[in-house]
């Protein structure tokens, strides 16, 4: 097994204590230039895997071995596999996003903190790692270079939830990722001028009978694919907060947008993720 670890020095040195025999342990190449450092650990682990076949996973997920067979068979059909993430445990910081995960249930997928992927689909040159949305980024770079991507809503993987100030840094850099999706930045736009002006006219049954549709959009979402077993029925009534706070801050991601892009990791990043088009186009000049 093949770990990219991008960690601290000295969290680095514990991991590879803790680590058997079995593992591989290297460090994130650092001749990479990438401005969003989540993609050089991937690409650093693409290089150097060996087999086709690899998991891609964020350092707080945890996958089963059944789990895992799965997702391999599952390559068998498809040249991506983003499986679904529930929390455990559940603070208020995992019950609030859940109910965000809970309305892409709803569309058909949510994007995952991992993938399992055909390494020779993105071998030639991996994917832009100057972009936000990196997720996003891969599975249009699969779709351009004619992959398909699988989205099985009940291959249900186990993530951890993040600490209260990393949940807080995220919420406006969240929503710049919807500027790479037309129709949820649209959506996204028109949340808070449409809630503005019930309130203004005082249409307060108007106003909870749209919040009570989110609300069952996102049980809708909660039952797909056997969701129930994992995902708290109270994250659905969190739904119409969370799509408030999402059509507040897309404005704010907006504002940084026309500045130039959204300040991550000491740096600015303007792209949130390239269109399928665009990537298809790069393909075919290559």
């Given at each position: 097994?093949?770990v990219v670890?991008?960690s601290?020095?000295d ?8 680590f058997d025999?079995?593992?591989r342990h ?6 990479r230039?990438c401005?969003n ?10 290089d150097l895997a060996?087999?086709d ?5 964020d350092?707080d ?10 997702a391999?068979?599952?390559?068998d ?10 929390y455990?445990?559940?603070p ?14 709803a569309l058909g ?7 399992a992927?055909?390494r020779?689909?993105?071998a ?5 790692c ?7 980024e891969l ?11 699988g989205w099985?809503?009940d291959?249900?993987?186990?993530r951890r ?5 990393h ?6 850099r969240q ?16 949340v808070?001028?449409?809630v503005t ?5 005082r249409?307060?049954k108007?106003?909870?009978g749209?919040?009570g549709v989110?609300?069952?959009?996102a049980?809708f979402g ?5 969701g ?7 994250a659905s009534l969190?739904?119409?907060?969370w799509a408030l706070e999402?059509g507040?801050?897309?404005w704010v ?5 026309l500045?130039?892009?959204i300040?991550?990791a000491g740096?600015?990043?303007?792209v949130a993720a ?5 990537l ?7």
């Amino acid at each position: 097994m093949l770990v990219v670890d991008g960690s601290a020095p000295d969290v680095y040195a514990s991991n590879a204590t803790a680590f058997d025999a079995g593992v591989r342990h290297i460090p994130v190449d650092a001749t990479r230039r990438c401005a969003n450092g989540k993609v050089a650990g991937v690409l650093t682990g693409l290089d150097l895997a060996k087999n086709d076949l690899a998991v891609l996973g964020d350092d707080d997920v945890r996958w089963t071995g059944d789990q895992l067979d799965r997702a391999i068979r599952l390559l068998d059909t498809y040249d991506l596999v983003a499986p679904a993430n529930y929390y455990d445990p559940t603070p208020w910081v995992a019950v609030y996003d859940t109910a965000r995960q809970l309305l892409h249930r709803a569309l058909g997928r949510d994007f995952p903190g991992t993938f399992a992927l055909r390494r020779r689909i993105v071998a030639d040159g991996g994917y832009d790692c100057g972009v936000l949305f990196e997720n996003l980024e891969l599975v249009r770079t699969v779709e351009a270079h004619g992959g398909s991507v699988g989205w099985p809503l009940d291959l249900l993987v186990l993530r951890r939830p993040c600490s209260i100030q990393h949940f807080l840094g995220q919420r406006v850099r969240q929503s710049y990722d919807e500027l790479a999706r037309p129709a949820h930045l649209i959506a996204s736009l028109a949340v808070l001028p449409a809630v503005t002006g019930l309130v203004v006219r005082r249409r307060g049954k108007v106003l909870a009978g749209a919040a009570g549709v989110v609300v069952a959009w996102a049980e809708f979402g909660r039952r797909r694919g056997g969701g129930r077993r994992v995902f708290p029925t109270y994250a659905s009534l969190l739904a119409p907060l969370w799509a408030l706070e999402r059509g507040t801050c897309i404005w704010v991601a907006l504002w940084w947008r026309l500045r130039g892009g959204i300040p991550y990791a000491g740096t600015r990043l303007r792209v949130a993720a390239h269109s399928t088009a665009s990537l298809r186009r790069r393909c075919s000049s290559q």
